[in-house]
């Protein structure tokens, strides 16, 4: 599975950016997909993940109530969408995919994409 993010930009506090994920590969829908976020000079930090058929979502505490996690099966999408941005939001972010990870764990992904940068400005 390849996987390529895509969605991050410039944005002020209290606005929204949506972030994409599109994977290659026909076993997408078998996995387990998860975002993370890396601030600089802090660890990669897990953000939300959400089981292969979408039927369960997990969120960080830091997130929970502003951002949504979703997947498209049928495209090959999973999403984030996040709202009520704040300045600590800021980071660099990470969808990764794996069969049965420990969700909150990146050692435990197997695949991730390339990131995509989200600047929230105050």
């Known amino acids: 599975v390849q996987l390529q993010a895509s969605g991050g930009g410039l944005v002020q506090a209290g606005g929204s950016l949506r972030l994409s994920c599109a994977a290659s590969?026909?076993?997408?829908?078998?996995?387990?997909m998860g975002w993370f976020r890396q601030a600089p000079g802090k660890e990669r930090a897990w953000v939300a993940a959400i089981t292969w058929s979408g039927y369960r979502t997990y969120y960080a505490d830091s997130v929970k109530g502003r951002f949504t996690i979703s997947r498209e099966n049928a495209k090959n999408t999973v999403y984030l969408q996040m709202n009520s941005l704040q300045p600590e939001d800021t980071a660099v972010y990470y969808c990764?995919?794996?069969?049965?990870?420990?969700?909150?764990?990146?050692?435990?992904?197997?695949?991730w994409g390339q990131g995509t940068e989200v600047t929230v400005s105050s």
């Open positions: 990764a995919g794996d069969p049965s990870p420990r969700i909150t764990e990146p050692s435990s992904y197997n695949y």
């Open positions: 590969g026909r076993t997408f829908a078998s996995y387990y």
